[in-house]
């Protein structure tokens, strides 16, 4: 931000994407307990006493379609390890917590499209399942405001609007198409995705169907045969 001082003044809003899933852990004044737990934690493959995987066990509990990775499941396990951090308060994204100390808060705020994607989030109701969240012995208290009337979370010291954390999914839709309807759009980065718009909630078979930015949804085919395929061959 100081670097472009130059052409500051014209700035009259800042948005945020981030990498979808991971989570952190932040402490009642707002600041970081724990480093960012990325989606490639791969604790919710370790095994629960009963021979299942702690990300197939909070599958069975809730309800939801669960992996490894996911913001809640490394949670669920750190719950049952009692590994959550001294002081933890709420968790929320790398981008909320970014969003967050940009604007002098103590507290984050989730979009719905980085909410859905750390789990136990009903699509339909536009909220986190506290209720199953709490049957799964969690907390529910951790969990993070919704970004549901207002999108933006606060202001810069100068006066700049902080727009609220948006998934890199979404994001680069958003970034690339013409236009939302009408357009396939294909990325290829650590994996690789097809998301198409949808402007209301369905499901199809062999796609996920996540919230955009708008109250639409997109329908997204992601794997991982992008980089990490570079990586196994190196």
């Known amino acids: ?34 480093p960012l737990l990325t989606w490639q934690d791969g604790r919710g493959d370790l095994l629960t006493a009963s021979g299942k995987t702690y990300a197939s066990t909070l599958s069975e509990i809730t309800g939801y379609p669960l992996n490894t990775g996911f913001g809640l499941v490394t949670h669920f396990y750190m719950t049952k390890q009692g590994e959550i951090p001294k002081g933890a308060m ?45 049957e799964a012995g969690m907390d529910a208290s951790i969990l993070p405001e919704l970004a549901i009337e207002r999108k933006s979370t606060g202001q810069t010291a100068d006066g700049k609007t902080v727009i609220c954390a948006i998934g890199d999914n979404q994001a680069s839709f958003l970034g690339a198409v013409p236009s939302f309807t009408g357009t396939l759009l294909v990325n290829i980065g650590t994996g690789s995705q097809i998301s198409v718009y949808s402007p209301e909630y369905i499901e199809c078979p062999m796609l996920e169907t996540r919230p955009f930015v708008d109250g639409g949804y997109l329908l997204v085919g992601a794997s991982l045969s992008g980089g990490k395929s570079y990586e196994l061959l190196e």
């Not at 052409?7 to 952190?24: A, F, K, R, Y």
């Not at 981008?95 to 699509?123: Q, R, V």
């Not at 109701?125 to 209720?131: C, L, R, S, T």
């Open 90 to 134: 709420k968790l929320c994204t790398i981008g909320d917590y970014l969003a967050m100390k940009l604007c002098g808060k103590t507290a984050p705020l989730m979009d719905s499209s980085n909410a859905a994607s750390i789990g136990l989030y009903s699509l339909e109701k536009g909220q986190f399942d506290k209720q199953k969240l709490s």
């Open 1 to 34: 931000m100081e670097e472009c001082q130059d052409d500051w003044t014209n700035v009259c809003s800042i948005g945020i994407s981030c990498q979808m899933h991971g989570v952190l852990y932040v402490n009642g004044e707002g600041h970081a307990v724990s």
